[in-house]
């Protein structure tokens, strides 16, 4: 049994990013993820906001790691090829009520270290955004705030630290952790594990997975949070990441310009019991419809194309603060927990800490002098030029078959999707890497193109082949003959 310096616990984007942080040393590491890829919880609903630190409260770790991650991002896209955005953003106060939350805020973005942040008038924003609220009264900007898709920065984090000695497992939930010595034994269904040390970024579930090791620091629940995807061909589209007043749990519903050029409304915030519960509730779908109209009140809510949920991991008791600590119980077991907003922009910063962590805790961490931190970024066929396309489709012919006719994803960027670093086994899994299936019609021409690929690919039936998760199947035989 090959026995681990490190075990990190969870694949989003908190587990891959310390992935990449812990490939920088010489030590053996190896990530263990129960999805079939990467990303598939917290980092997936998400709306890939990098917030620059205007929310949390000076002098807490989420204070103290925003603005120190967030400042990583324009490098670290630059290195891993992923795309970013500089659309920046707006909090937006209607009336002298607000106005004191927005000062309050702006005091919090001072002292937490955003260069860029100011107090504007209702005309400054009107001349960003025309067609904004006019009861609007003021706004804090922040005009440093980028967007990123949260999965591909995920996704980039756990193929650079593939390239750099990381071991990703995929479909390896964890059932059980016994100690053996100094050492932790981690099994699933499938396999055990031999390490040194464990670190926990098992969002939701953080809390669980220390149990198993029989930790019991503190409790989770995750809040849930429903979000609406516009099509791209809209009126009113905006330019600008916009947001009302926060309150003392959530930054509110907010108005989100992504990178693919599709304009995200989200999200709603209700605290649940189920840890895996990201259906959408009418309720919720409702509350986004009216929020964003407090925005924009002429955005046309026809133009939903799709609908998500996601589940923000939320530490009990613990003032909505991250939780990344050594535990109590064993130094040997680090805690990553509770890595809700801001998340994303927190998250290369979390894996500096962790690793901070973990040499406090007695690892030592030489440097991988061969470490290569840069990332080739994934050819995008319908951003190339005429030149470049014809180029590319002399060289290999499937970047000439179109599949997916929204978004013009190329069968050459489905085989690159699949033949990847870290694979693309499922449809969804080609969806979130090539954009194939995330156009208007949602994959209703393109999915059984897909589905065949996929099949062909991997030498099984195509009943094989997976949306998501086990057991969800999409072809059960065949209809006619």
Do not use: W
């Not at 980092?43 to 917030?51: L, W």
């Not at 995750?222 to 003392?248: A, S, Y």
């Not at 929204?406 to 899994?429: H, M, N, Q, R, S």
């Amino acid at each position: 049994m090959t026995k681990y310096d490190v075990i990190i616990i969870g694949g989003g984007i908190t587990g891959s990013a310390i992935a990449r942080e812990l490939s920088r040393y010489k030590i053996k590491t190896a990530l263990l993820e129960k999805g079939l890829d990467i990303g598939l919880g917290a980092t997936k609903g998400n709306g890939g906001v990098v917030h620059q630190g205007y929310d949390p409260v000076p002098g807490s770790v989420k204070a103290k790691i925003n603005a120190q991650g967030a400042k990583q991002y324009p490098q670290l896209s630059k290195e891993l090829g992923f795309e970013i955005s500089n659309p920046g953003l707006f909090v937006l106060g209607f009336g002298e009520a607000d106005l004191k939350v927005l000062e309050h805020k702006l005091d919090y973005g001072i002292r937490n270290g955003i260069k860029e942040i100011r107090i504007v008038d209702k005309d400054t924003v009107k001349d960003r955004e025309p067609h904004i609220n006019p009861n609007v009264t003021h706004a804090l900007a922040v005009p440093s705030t980028t967007v990123v898709d949260p999965f591909e920065v995920a996704l980039a984090f756990a193929e650079n630290a593939v390239d750099n000695g990381v071991t990703v497992f995929l479909g390896q939930a964890v059932k059980k952790i016994e100690k053996q010595g100094q050492d932790f034994l981690v099994s699933t269904e499938t396999k055990s594990y031999l390490t040194r040390y464990i670190v926990n970024a098992a969002g939701n579930h953080a809390d669980d997975v220390a149990k198993l090791a029989g930790i019991e620091e503190y409790q989770m629940q995750p809040r849930h949070g429903d979000l609406l995807v516009f099509d791209r061909e809209m009126d009113i589209k905006p330019q600008t990441v916009m947001f009302p007043c926060p309150g003392p749990d959530t930054k509110g519903i907010a108005c989100i310009p992504t990178i693919h050029g599709n304009t995200i409304v989200g999200s709603t915030a209700t605290m649940m019991d189920d840890k895996d519960d990201v259906a959408n509730y009418k309720n919720g779908i409702d509350a986004l419809i009216d929020g964003v109209h407090h925005i924009l009140p002429e955005l046309d809510d026809k133009k939903i194309i799709r609908s998500f949920a996601g589940l923000r991991p939320v530490v009990l008791d613990h003032d909505n603060d991250f939780y990344i600590e050594i535990s109590k119980t064993d130094s040997h077991f680090i805690h990553a927990a509770g890595i809700q907003s801001p998340g994303v922009a927190s998250a290369p910063a979390i894996a500096e800490r962790v690793r901070d962590l973990l040499n406090d805790a007695g690892l030592d961490l030489p440097r991988n002098l061969n470490f290569n931190p840069f990332r080739p970024a994934p050819t995008i066929f319908n951003v190339l030029s005429e030149l470049e396309k014809n180029m590319l489709i002399k060289n290999n012919q499937a970047y000439g078959h179109v599949v997916c006719r929204c978004e013009t994803v190329t069968e050459g960027e489905i085989l690159a999707a699949i033949k990847g670093k870290i694979p693309a086994t499922t449809v969804d899994g080609v969806k979130r890497r090539t954009r194939a299936g995330m156009g208007r019609c949602q994959s209703g021409f393109c999915q059984y193109k897909v589905l065949s690929i996929l099949a062909r690919e991997q030498q099984v039936a195509i009943e094989e082949i997976l949306l998501e998760d086990s057991g969800s199947q999409l072809i059960f035989g065949k209809v006619k003959g």
